[in-house]
T-cell receptor, first 112, second 110 residues
Framework: DSGVTQTPKHLITATGQRVTLRCSPR?????VYWYQQSLDQGLQFLIQ???????AKGNILERFSAQQFPDLHSELNLSSLELGDSALYFC???????????FGSGTQLSVL | QKEVEQDPGPLSVPEGAIVSLNCTYS??????FMWYRQYSRKGPELLMY????GNKEDGRFTAQVDKSSKYISLFIRDSQPSDSATYLC??????????FGAGTTVTVRA
């Protein structure tokens, strides 16, 4: 168990809908990262937050947004969902920048 | 150019064989390197963390870094069926975010 908690484990929704994925980092970790994993794209970095502030952005679509709350948990919001958004979404946490990442078990999103 | 390149395999070996996994990276400024193991439909877990050139050993696993060639390797000795997983190399990209290789899927046959 990595100590990173992600909910829900599975999410099935329809195109055009909006969903929210939730992540609780390991105790003491200030950084939260979101990654998307699909068969054809591999593990792709989306966005990082550090102590509530956005730190780095990857190839995150404008339809996607995230935030980190004062208690350090984070949410990833995906809107106007398309079939191609179906993927595994992972949250990871670390103590700080450049540190070892610890991953949650992921949320499997299926857009039908 | 991708920051890290990894042969996606797949790789199938008999139990007890040595597994050799490789990645190349583009930025010679990278100072540390990681290997993650991911079981099917699970989150990646940190397997090895190396900070410099040379070898690092942990049980049956050895991570090797050759900075002159920008090449990183992971060796698994006496491979077991429980080692069947996808192995991903990772390097720090810009802003310290980790960039992952495509992952190599390994199957160890009993």
């Amino acid at each position: 168990d990595s100590g990173v908690t992600q909910t829900p484990k599975h999410l099935i929704t329809a195109t055009g809908q909006r969903v929210t994925l939730r992540c609780s980092p390991r105790s003491g970790d200030l950084s939260v990262y979101w990654y998307q994993q699909s068969l054809d794209q591999g593990l792709q970095f989306l966005i990082q937050y550090y102590n509530g502030e956005e730190r780095a952005k990857g190839n995150i679509l404008e339809r996607f947004s995230a935030q980190q709350f004062p208690d350090l948990h984070s949410e990833l919001n995906l809107s106007s969902l398309e079939l191609g958004d179906s993927a595994l979404y992972f949250c990871a946490s670390s103590v700080g920048d450049g540190s070892k990442l610890f991953f949650g078990s992921g949320t499997q999103l299926s857009v039908l | 150019q991708k920051e890290v390149e990894q042969d996606p395999g797949p790789l199938s070996v008999p139990e007890g064989a040595i597994v050799s996994l490789n990645c190349t990276y583009s930025n010679s400024a990278f100072q540390y390197f990681m290997w993650y193991r991911q079981y099917s439909r699970k989150g990646p877990e940190l397997l090895m963390y190396t900070y410099s050139s040379g070898n690092k050993e942990d049980g049956r696993f050895t991570a090797q870094v050759d900075k002159s060639s920008k090449y990183i390797s992971l060796f698994i000795r006496d491979s077991q069926p429980s080692d069947s997983a996808t192995y991903l190399c990772a390097v720090p990209g810009s802003d310290y975010k980790l960039s992952f290789g495509a992952g190599t899927t390994v199957t160890v046959r009993a």
